[in-house]
């Protein structure tokens, strides 16, 4: 059931879990995210970075498909498309192919423009029901060729772009995308603790969730985290799993080279890596 992810935040925020938004690159990849959030009766946000988009032939080609399989595959849990670190333009283009939500990530900005853009951005949204997440503080690490430092986000500014009405806000707390490095610092619980006392009911997002310790993950939701976003796992995942099955000699086996054969113990790695992602995050049952 396609939504805007406004209800499934206030409920995940309410009840100390999180949503994941699992990012996705290809029909594969979408149809068991959909399947695994089924499964488990979860609700998930479908999360499509510029890059993906322009990868899969336009955004869209990426709502439409996602709309002919929730309906095909009788999707009764809550699922949005989102937008995952927008610019302006992008966030134009998705709302016209009709994504349920958007992200704007105005956070390499000045603060004056990111609000500027930001509170545009909400009323157009709102007007047409869609959710809308802000940033403040870059992420670090490397996301579409934007390389973020992972700094930690000002609990002030936070406050000032929450208050423009936006539905969830990632605010950088020496998170990564990608792999981190083997002299991470951690997160800083501090900063969030901060955060969540300057934004109170607004559900925060963490981004790059790949990677990060478990109990790290939990203690974030504790603080107010609502929801989680996972790519580069699924992608780690989904490359061993295939690579084995090379490796064995598995595609020269019979048909062994048909992509729905070749493909298949990669998309088995995927569902594993979101199953396991929702029980970490709380959010199973929870549709
Ligand atoms: P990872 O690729 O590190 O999981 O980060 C995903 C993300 O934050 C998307 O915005």
């Given at each position: ?15 100390h ?42 955004f869209?080609?990426v ?14 849990v ?22 349920t ?6 956070s ?7 609000i500027?853009?930001?509170?545009e951005l909400?009323?157009?949204?709102h ?12 992420i ?8 973020g430092r ?12 929450a208050d ?7 605010a950088?707390i ?12 951690g ?8 955060i ?22 939990k ?13 580069t ?6 490359a ?22 070749l493909l ?17 995050f ?6």
């Amino acid at each position: 059931m396609l939504v805007s992810a406004t209800e499934m935040l206030k409920k995940a925020k309410a009840g100390h879990y999180a949503v994941g938004q699992i990012n996705i690159n290809n029909l594969e990849w979408t149809k068991i995210v959909l399947q695994t959030a089924q499964e488990l009766n979860s609700p998930v946000i479908l999360g499509v970075s510029e890059g993906a988009g322009k990868y899969m032939g336009g955004f869209k080609v990426v709502q439409d498909m996602v709309a002919a399989l929730d309906e095909e595959m009788g999707i009764t849990v809550p699922v949005a498309t989102h937008l995952d670190h927008g610019t302006y333009e992008g966030c134009y283009k998705c709302i016209k192919a009709g994504f349920t939500s958007i992200m704007f990530d105005g956070s390499h900005y000045p603060i004056d423009e990111n609000i500027a853009k930001t509170t545009e951005l909400v009323h157009v949204a709102h007007q047409l029901g869609l959710s809308i997440e802000a940033e403040v503080g870059a992420i670090g690490g490397e996301e579409d060729g934007v390389i973020g430092r992972g700094e930690c986000a000002d609990p002030d500014e936070c406050k000032q772009i929450a208050d423009l009405g936006v539905d969830m806000l990632a605010a950088g707390i020496g998170n990564i995308h990608g792999k981190y490095p083997a002299d991470w610092e951690g997160l800083s619980f501090e900063t969030l603790d901060k955060i969540q006392q300057k934004t109170g009911i607004m559900p925060l997002v963490l981004h790059g969730g790949s990677g990060i310790p478990d109990e790290m993950v939990k203690k974030a939701i504790t603080l107010g985290v609502s929801k989680v976003n996972v790519n580069t796992e699924c992608q780690l995942s989904f490359a061993a799993a295939v690579r084995k099955y090379i490796e064995a000699g598995k595609d020269l086996e019979g048909k062994g080279f048909d992509p729905r054969k070749l493909l298949a113990p990669g998309v088995e790695a995927i569902k594993q890596t979101v199953k396991e992602k929702f029980e970490l995050f709380g959010s199973v049952g929870q549709a």
